[in-house]
């Protein structure tokens, strides 16, 4: 025999062994699980269960005896009282009238809209008494038939012995009325009054025991009730159980083999399906069939089972029948799967099926010319590919339609939006967007319009901060110039008018002082002229920042004491290098600080804090404003801002603008924060790097 033959066939025949496994594997799991669940009522919550008393059939067989009890004694009674009407509750009664009412509101002509729903109701209990009268009596006719099945059930129940003394009425099978005999029964439950015993114990661990309790709940501190199950009621129940136990018990380990079977014999067809010695994959007429068609014939399979299955149960109930009908669907079934799980192995899944083959060259026929057009070429393209479409897509015409009537729909509201856009911009409402979304020629469209808008707007509101700053800016320099030059005008007409040598002096030193003063303002407004057009020589250097900081500190510690001002320093252990100008860096800070110094509360606190964060360090300087800080952080930057709007301090408004510039200056930022009377400046330098 030739080798190569004789490896075909072993291999070929291995594989139809496991294939066979597998199947057959499958087929077993699913058929006893299905005969299990649905034939044998889900016999597998048995083998869960140490015994029958923590079973679910314990509570299910046995507590039916506790709510016929109550309904005996606490709802139903007796017959004369059922018949009285004495068993239908009130909120019954309730619910009947309303729903009887509600019909006649619905369908009576007495009902009389222009009436409140009081007067209706009493029309309506007036007109339908006798139906009223009638439904009470079905329903007293359906309790005296409950109850008389409740007797019946009660009377008929073998091995259950009962003595019930609830609110008054007492019920029994039994000729023991005391407690101490139910205590001989094998299984027993008492409740007498709020007492209760139950044996044995275990049966409180039952996770459904509270099917006895819930029946009892309502039991008074002088009611009893007794229960004793005889060997006659629980042998025969506990032998079926135990039947079931093992039975259950037996399945599980065959589904679990089943399982292990299946999961190991299924990687070994996923792994030598279609190999061969030279790596390629072997096709054959299955895998030629479209993977998409492939998953549709599955579900149809598994739809297929669902409903043979749902039949069978309806009509025969046969472990053969089903493990017949597994069997012959699970084999086409993993067929088509192994068929599926070697396109993936070739990695043509998507690619190899229909709908890629016919969205494909449809999507890029259409590319092709879509992309080498202009919107002229793109409109002809679709007024002349539509019908196109159409014809081909004939057999399915109404959803070809339906989609190219949505489009239409889309592009003529999309061109709505744009035109009602432009008509809102054209009127000056420079804040409206056009909403237009995707990316075919109106959303671009509508995009450009839009970022025509914004920068519009922009522009506007940049010009109406900027003409309110510099009105702000031509007020404050107005008053902080006009202040000096009115007291040197004061004094100049006091000098002259004045004889007295010693108040000639004072004036004089006043005159003295508020030329300083205007000579302090147009310093710094010439200083922060400079810095802002950036016409100040820098020189980038190596500079330790704690050194600089603890440095100035203690120049300026006498005007530290005299304000009374506790400076805290927070920074790292080891040194802190930065990119900047020694001199420019300092100015900033000084104006920092104469700032802080200036408006800061006195006996406060002023904390320092500085942090590395990689590529560069942050200084943060935080205090408390000695004025009411109602103002935003944008406004407190602009030029001549002052913290006090009465403007009484020294400061000429120009000490936090200088500074910003400075610090950008040196590739720095710098800005503040307000959090009502905290004032937080943070400053960003760039690290030394070596």
């Given at each position: 025999?030739?080798?190569?033959?004789?490896?075909?066939?072993?291999?070929?025949?291995?594989?139809?062994?496991?294939?066979?496994?597998?199947?057959?594997?499958?087929?077993?799991?699913?058929?006893?699980?299905?005969?299990?669940?649905?034939?044998?009522?889900?016999?597998?919550?048995?083998?869960?269960?140490?015994?029958?008393?923590?079973?679910?059939?314990?509570?299910?067989?046995?507590?039916?005896?506790?709510?016929?009890?109550?309904?005996?004694?606490?709802?139903y009674l007796s017959e004369e009282h059922i018949l009285s009407g004495g068993a239908i509750k009130d909120d019954d009664l309730i619910q009947l009238k309303e729903n009887l009412f509600s019909?006649?509101?619905?369908?009576?002509?007495?009902?009389?809209?222009?009436?409140?729903?009081?007067?209706?109701?009493?029309?309506?209990?007036?007109?339908?008494?006798?139906?009223?009268?009638?439904?009470?009596?079905?329903?007293?006719?359906?309790?005296?038939?409950?109850?008389?099945?409740?007797?019946?059930?009660?009377?008929?129940?073998?091995?259950?012995?009962?003595?019930?003394?609830?609110?008054?009425?007492?019920?029994?099978?039994?000729?023991?009325?005391?407690?101490?005999?139910?205590?001989?029964?094998?299984?027993?439950?008492?409740?007498?009054?709020?007492?209760?015993?139950?044996?044995?114990?275990?049966?409180?661990?039952?996770?459904?025991?509270?099917?006895?309790?819930?029946?009892?709940?309502?039991?008074?501190?002088?009611?009893?009730?007794?229960?004793?199950?005889?060997?006659?009621?629980?042998?025969?129940?506990?032998?079926?159980?135990?039947?079931?136990?093992?039975?259950?018990?037996?399945?599980?380990?065959?589904?679990?083999?089943?399982?292990?079977?299946?999961?190991?014999?299924?990687?070994?067809?996923?792994?030598?399906?279609?190999?061969?010695?030279?790596?390629?994959?072997?096709?054959?007429?299955?895998?030629?069939?479209?993977?998409?068609?492939?998953?549709?014939?599955?579900?149809?399979?598994?739809?297929?089972?669902?409903?043979?299955?749902?039949?069978?149960?309806?009509?025969?109930?046969?472990?053969?029948?089903?493990?017949?009908?597994?069997?012959?669907?699970?084999?086409?079934?993993?067929?088509?799967?192994?068929?599926?799980?070697?396109?993936?192995?070739?990695?043509?899944?998507?690619?190899?099926?229909?709908?890629?083959?016919?969205?494909?060259?449809?999507?890029?026929?259409?590319?092709?010319?879509?992309?080498?057009?202009?919107?002229?070429?793109?409109?002809?393209l679709i007024v002349v590919g539509y019908p196109l479409l159409v014809a081909a897509t004939f057999f399915i015409f109404p959803v070809t339609i339906g989609m190219a009537v949505w489009l239409?729909?889309?592009?003529?509201?999309?061109?709505?939006?744009?035109?009602?856009?432009?008509?809102?911009?054209?009127?000056?409402?420079?804040?409206?967007?056009?909403?237009?979304?995707?990316?075919?020629?109106?959303?671009?469209?509508?995009?450009?319009?839009?970022?025509?808008?914004?920068?519009?707007?922009?522009?506007?509101?940049?010009?109406?901060?900027?003409?309110?700053?510099?009105?702000?800016?031509?007020?404050?320099?107005?008053?902080?110039?006009?202040?000096?030059?009115?007291?040197?005008?004061?004094?100049?007409?006091?000098?002259?008018?004045?004889?007295?040598?010693?108040?000639?002096?004072?004036?004089?030193?006043?005159?003295?002082?508020?030329?300083?003063?205007?000579?302090?303002?147009?310093?710094?407004?010439?200083?922060?002229?400079?810095?802002?057009?950036?016409?100040?020589?820098?020189?980038?250097?190596?500079?330790?920042?704690?050194?600089?900081?603890?440095?100035?500190?203690?120049?300026?510690?006498?005007?530290?004491?005299?304000?009374?001002?506790?400076?805290?320093?927070?920074?790292?252990?080891?040194?802190?290098?930065?990119?900047?100008?020694?001199?420019?860096?300092?100015?900033?800070?000084?104006?920092?600080?104469?700032?802080?110094?200036?408006?800061?509360?006195?006996?406060?606190?002023?904390?320092?804090?500085?942090?590395?964060?990689?590529?560069?360090?942050?200084?943060?300087?935080?205090?408390?404003?000695?004025?009411?800080?109602?103002?935003?952080?944008?406004?407190?930057?602009?030029?001549?801002?002052?913290?006090?709007?009465?403007?009484?301090?020294?400061?000429?408004?120009?000490?936090?603008?200088?500074a910003k510039s400075l610090i950008e200056l040196q590739k720095g930022s710098f800005r503040i924060e307000i959090d009502g009377d905290l004032f937080k400046a943070v400053i960003q330098i760039?690290?030394?790097?070596?």
């Open positions: 025999m030739d080798i190569r033959w004789k490896k075909f066939s072993y291999s070929s025949v291995t594989k139809i062994i496991v294939f066979i496994i597998a199947i057959l594997s499958f087929t077993t799991g699913i058929t006893i699980f299905i005969n299990s669940i649905v034939f044998h009522d889900n016999e597998f919550e048995a083998a869960f269960q140490e015994n029958y008393f923590l079973s679910m059939d314990f509570p299910a067989e046995s507590s039916g005896v506790l709510q016929d009890l109550r309904d005996i004694t606490q709802k019909e006649f509101r619905n369908n009576s002509r007495s009902y009389n809209p222009n009436l409140t729903e009081q007067e209706n109701y009493k029309i309506f209990i007036e007109e339908d008494a006798d139906r009223i009268l009638a439904e009470k009596d079905k329903m007293i006719q359906e309790q005296l038939r409950a109850f008389r099945e409740t007797l019946h059930r009660l009377e008929n129940q073998k091995g259950v012995f009962y003595y019930a003394h609830i609110w008054g009425n007492e019920v029994t099978n039994s000729p023991y009325k005391g407690r101490d005999d139910f205590l001989s029964f094998p299984v027993y439950i008492i409740f007498d009054g709020v007492e209760e015993e139950v044996f044995p114990e275990e049966i409180k661990a039952n996770n459904y025991y509270y099917w006895f309790t819930s029946n009892i709940k309502d039991l008074g501190t002088n009611d009893v009730l007794y229960v004793g199950f005889s060997d006659e009621f629980l042998d025969p129940r506990i032998d079926e159980w135990q039947e079931n136990h093992i039975l259950a018990v037996n399945n599980l380990k065959k589904i679990a083999v089943s399982i292990v079977l299946l999961i190991i014999s299924f990687v070994y067809l996923v792994v030598v399906t279609g190999s061969k010695e030279d790596g390629a994959i072997l096709v054959n007429f299955v895998d030629r069939i479209y993977n998409d068609i492939k998953l549709i014939m599955c579900l149809i399979l598994i739809f297929l089972w669902f409903i043979l299955i749902m039949n069978l149960m309806n009509y025969v109930k046969t472990f053969q029948m089903v493990f017949f009908i597994t069997f012959l669907i699970g084999a086409l079934g993993l067929v088509l799967v192994l068929s599926l799980m070697k396109s993936i192995k070739r990695r043509n899944f998507i690619k190899h099926s229909l709908i890629f083959l016919v969205f494909y060259r449809i999507f890029y026929f259409f590319k092709d010319i879509y992309d080498s057009g202009s919107t002229a070429v793109k409109v002809t239409a729909h889309k592009k003529v509201k999309e061109f709505n939006a744009i035109k009602k856009g432009v008509q809102k911009v054209k009127e000056g409402d420079f804040r409206y967007s056009i909403n237009v979304a995707g990316k075919g020629e109106f959303a671009n469209l509508a995009s450009d319009i839009n970022s025509i808008t914004d920068g519009l707007n922009h522009a506007v509101a940049n010009e109406l901060k900027s003409e309110r700053f510099k009105t702000e800016l031509i007020t404050n320099v107005s008053h902080d110039i006009r202040t000096p030059l009115t007291s040197i005008i004061t004094y100049v007409d006091l000098l002259k008018k004045e004889k007295d040598e010693t108040k000639v002096v004072e004036y004089i030193e006043i005159l003295e002082q508020k030329p300083q003063r205007l000579k302090v303002l147009t310093d710094d407004l010439f200083e922060a002229s400079k810095a802002t057009s950036g016409d100040i020589p820098i020189h980038l250097e190596k500079i330790e920042l704690i050194s600089l900081l603890t440095q100035g500190l203690g120049e300026i510690d006498d005007k530290i004491r005299e304000c009374n001002l506790d400076f805290k320093l927070n920074y790292p252990e080891e040194k802190v290098y930065i990119k900047a100008d020694g001199k420019l860096l300092w100015r900033a800070v000084e104006n920092l600080f104469s700032n802080i110094l200036k408006y800061t509360r006195a006996g406060s606190r002023v904390y320092i804090e500085i942090l590395d964060q990689g590529s560069e360090i942050m200084l943060t300087v935080k205090n408390i404003s000695a004025y009411e800080l109602n103002i935003s952080a944008e406004e407190l930057m602009a030029r001549f801002t002052r913290g006090d709007e009465s403007r009484s301090s020294q400061g000429s408004g120009l000490g936090l603008s200088i760039p690290k030394w790097q070596e």
